[in-house]
């Protein structure tokens, strides 16, 4: 007999379990408790025991969350103000900030912080640990955590979101059924908050569907973060000490720059972004990362070391111009979903926080009201344009769009952005998405260039990305189709191995795409080792013809990050 489809019902459905969603949950919680005690001594309506929950792709919530990370704990402190008695997970509160421009092998040190990398009290995290965190007090609070149940679909009804369905168990990889073969659930709710963060599967289909919700708005914009944890020699730096840095090994078209945070007991956390809307189609995100590690900066303090962890991920960097309309009838949308990080603080888990909160609130006010529709939900909007989170996000509103013609330009407009509260150089200004931006070889090049070899690395100190993606926890049941769809193969074969070199063997971070060229000097193709796949999205965002598709592999799979 063929399984049957679950239906469950839901009172409000969190899709995804990062800090925003949870953070809403857990409000959504108190706030229904609070309601419930003052209708109860004031004799009015009480609302049953409600059913919340939070679905999630990874094995675990914090296992596919990864950033830097400093935290500013404002939201935090409102959310849970005895979060430090309740065992908050912090690595560090931040008591020295440096930033430097790097050379090959020089830095000089900026003589001040700017003041949105000034950190002085935030906390150093590990988002992945603070996303557990919060995932067991969701619970304590009686949320629903569906681990292992990816969002596969948006479910809609005449312009009302109605749920999700979550993604098929057991399917083969040519696709057919196997004996464990579990069709996905379809969970309904009045209210569906969408927090898959960057680059979200769901979100990018919802945008398709309904581009009245990005009319007007530039479109998302994303960098992509490689980092590693190691374990370093005895005192190398201090817990809470905080390192920007500028310049190498990054050109200056492209946009980016480092980090290197100081952790509890001797691990630090180092890492590069990259904007992903480089020029270059030669440029290799992790092979920059690698090379960054060279730097005698770096080395001094991981000299003697283990790299312990590896991963990646993108995060939004449009910020204030990208957000898109934040509610429809039956949704609202919070934290990286909806473009909330700020790129000029390099910072978004505590917006993200807020933004949950508030979503948290608009639905308590929908659910007295009995009006799920976008009206009944627009306290949500309303809150945010008249918070802190709009005046932070309107202040570098400018930000990263002023890099859009190189390095200098872009610290130019952010001077003038700091001293004019966000304008800069010019407001508004545009930007493109960033595979757009990249250019052919011909064009970056002036010519014709073959594509360059692999870089070595020592294995010691460098490492090559499979051995790298080790330290990632990496999995995938390798027997289901391929998450990671390429809509027309033919442009690999002709096009795009001709006019970029086939850049996706270089911009992804887990050597998921594998050029193999026929003996005979025929075509080749591109082999995608699925299995390998971190789900950065850096591919959905990058690859320069928008042919590839990432969509959700069967639940459970991807990264297993640990104090990431
Ligand atoms: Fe990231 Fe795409 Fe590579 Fe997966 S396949 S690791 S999403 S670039």
Redesign the pocket.
């Known amino acids: 007999m063929a399984a049957e489809r679950e239906l469950l019902e839901v009172d409000v459905l969190f899709v995804g379990a990062g800090p925003a969603n949870l953070s809403g949950a857990i409000h959504l919680a108190g706030l229904i408790k609070k309601h419930n005690e003052s209708a109860e001594a004031s004799g009015a309506d009480k609302f049953d025991e409600p059913f919340i929950a939070v679905i999630e792709k990874g094995n675990e919530p914090g296992h596919h969350q990864l950033s830097g990370a400093v935290l500013d704990p404002r939201s935090l402190t409102e959310l849970i103000p005895d979060h430090i008695e309740k065992g908050c997970p912090i690595e560090g509160i931040v008591f020295k900030d440096d930033l430097y421009f790097l050379t090959e092998k020089g830095k000089a040190r900026v003589p001040f912080t700017p003041p949105p990398l000034r950190n002085h009290g935030s906390y150093v995290v590990s988002l992945g640990e603070l996303t557990k965190w919060l995932a067991g007090i969701a619970e304590e609070e009686g949320v629903e955590i569906f681990s292992t149940f990816p969002g596969a679909e948006i479910l809609e009804e005449e312009g009302r979101i109605t749920g999700v369905r979550t993604a098929d168990k057991g399917i083969d990889k040519d696709g057919n059924e196997k004996p464990n073969y579990q069709p996905g659930a379809d969970f309904i709710a009045p209210v569906t908050v969408l927090g898959e963060g960057s680059r979200g599967s769901l979100a990018k289909e919802l945008f398709a569907a309904h581009p009245e919700l990005i009319e007007g708005r530039n479109p998302m914009v994303y960098g992509?973060g490689i980092k590693e944890v190691w374990k370093t020699k005895p005192g190398r730096i201090a817990p809470g000490h905080v390192i920007h840095t500028m310049g190498h090994p990054l050109k200056p078209d492209t946009y980016g720059g480092g980090w290197i945070y100081g952790m509890k007991d001797d691990m630090v956390s180092v890492g590069l972004v990259v904007g992903l809307d480089y020029k270059d189609p030669f440029l290799d995100p992790h092979a920059c990362f690698q090379n960054y590690k060279t730097h005698p900066l770096l080395r001094s303090i991981l000299e003697g070391g283990s790299m312990e962890r590896y991963g990646?991920k993108?995060m939004p960097l449009g910020g204030y111009y990208s957000m898109p309309q934040l509610a429809m009838d039956g949704l609202l949308i919070v934290g990286d979903s909806a473009s909330m990080l700020n790129p000029m603080r390099l910072k978004g888990i505590h917006t993200a926080i807020q933004s949950g909160m508030f979503a948290a609130e608009a639905i308590l006010a929908a659910m007295i009201a009995g009006d799920y529709s976008r009206s009944g939900l627009s306290k949500y909007e309303e809150a945010i344009r008249g918070s802190w989170i709009e005046q932070e996000l309107r202040s570098s509103r400018n930000f990263h769009q002023g890099f859009s013609n190189g390095l200098w330009t872009g610290l130019l407009n952010t001077g003038l952005q700091i001293a004019t509260g966000g304008r800069g150089l010019k407001d508004r200004m545009g930007s493109e998405p960033g595979h757009s931006r990249m250019e052919t070889i011909a064009e970056y090049y002036g010519g014709k260039r073959e594509k360059p070899p692999e870089e070595a690395f020592d294995g010691d100190y460098t490492f090559d990305k499979l051995t790298a993606l080790f330290k990632s926890g990496t999995e995938h049941v390798e027997d289901q189709p391929a998450h990671?769809k390429i809509v027309d193969p033919s442009i690999c074969v002709t096009r795009c191995v001709e006019e970029y070199g086939n850049p996706?063997e270089r911009?992804?971070?887990?050597?998921?795409?594998v050029w193999e060229q026929e003996a005979d000097g025929g075509k080749g193709k591109v082999r995608?080792d699925?299995a390998?796949?971190?789900?950065?999205?850096?591919?959905?965002i990058?690859d320069p013809y928008q042919v590839?598709q990432?969509t959700t592999p069967e639940g459970g799979g991807g990264p297993v990050y640990e104090e990431m």
Do not use: E, G, R
């Open positions: 992509v990646a993108s990671l996706c911009f992804c971070p887990a050597n998921v795409y995608i699925f390998n796949c971190v789900h950065c999205k850096t591919c959905d990058m590839i990432w």
